[in-house]
T-cell receptor, first 114, second 115 residues
Framework: ETGVTQSPTHLIKTRGQQVTLRCSSQ?????VSWYQQALGQGPQFIFQ???????GRGNFPPRFSGLQFPNYSSELNVNALELDDSALYLC?????????????FGPGTRLTVL | AQSVTQPDIHITVSEGASLELRCNYS??????LFWYVQSPGQGLQLLLK??????LVQGIKGFEAEFKRSQSSFNLRKPSVHWSDAAEYFC?????????????FGTGTRLLVSP
């Protein structure tokens, strides 16, 4: 069983640009969640996708959007990047969408916005 | 709203000594409770979780945690720390019955292990 993978590992963008981060979930996991982890903070929930539909969202603006594909891959898109978007972005996959189920985290993508 | 407090930002423990990391949560009912560990360059790894039943939960790598409802706490313990345990530890809560998964994390405790 392969783990959760994310690409790229690191990324540098400038303010105002757009970025796409990618995640490959474990096979059979139909739920993926994205978290933002600022330096020195715990991860914050951005949103969750279940069977290719967004089914839960945290306190993040609409310029944060996502996609989930049938092949267990997913994307996080951020438009109009701001300096405060600099963070580690984590994706987590799970076999189900219920909170009782374990989420398996990837290693993250470190985004730096200059 | 749910919140998690980890009052210790850093903790230094000698190798072989016991460890206790504190976690307090705020939630209207008993949530699901988790402890994760994050090593540099690694994702979060689940150590243990509590949903219901026995309030003492056993996890991986020799860790355990005890849920105390009266104190709204879920402290993580290990009887003998190894140098490889040096990492960042996060306590998290997950509300029940929302129809989707959402973990609320504390700010973490960085564990340093001295020889």
């Amino acid at each position: 069983e392969t783990g959760v993978t994310q690409s790229p590992t690191h990324l540098i963008k400038t303010r105002g640009q757009q970025v796409t981060l990618r995640c490959s979930s474990q096979s059979g996991h139909n739920t993926v969640s994205w978290y933002q982890q600022a330096l020195g903070q715990g991860p914050q929930f951005i949103f969750q996708y279940y069977r290719e539909e967004e089914n839960g969202r945290g306190n993040f603006p609409p310029r944060f959007s996502g996609l989930q594909f049938p092949n267990y891959s997913s994307e996080l898109n951020v438009n109009a990047l701001e300096l405060d978007d600099s963070a580690l972005y984590l994706c987590a996959s799970s076999p189900t969408s219920v909170n009782a189920d374990t989420q398996y985290f990837g290693p993250g993508t470190r985004l730096t916005v200059l | 709203a749910q919140s998690v407090t980890q009052p210790d930002i850093h903790i230094t423990v000698s190798e072989g000594a016991s460890l206790e990391l504190r976690c307090n949560y705020s939630y209207g009912a008993t949530p699901y409770l988790f402890w994760y560990v994050q090593s540099p360059g690694q994702g979060l790894q689940l150590l243990l979780k509590y949903f219901s039943g026995d309030t003492l939960v056993q996890g991986i790598k020799g860790f355990e945690a005890e849920f105390k409802r009266s104190q709204s706490s879920f402290n993580l313990r290990k009887p003998s720390v190894h140098w490889s345990d040096a990492a960042e530890y996060f306590c998290a809560v997950g509300p029940m019955n929302t129809g989707f998964q959402k973990l609320v994390f504390g700010t973490g405790t960085r564990l340093l292990v001295s020889p």
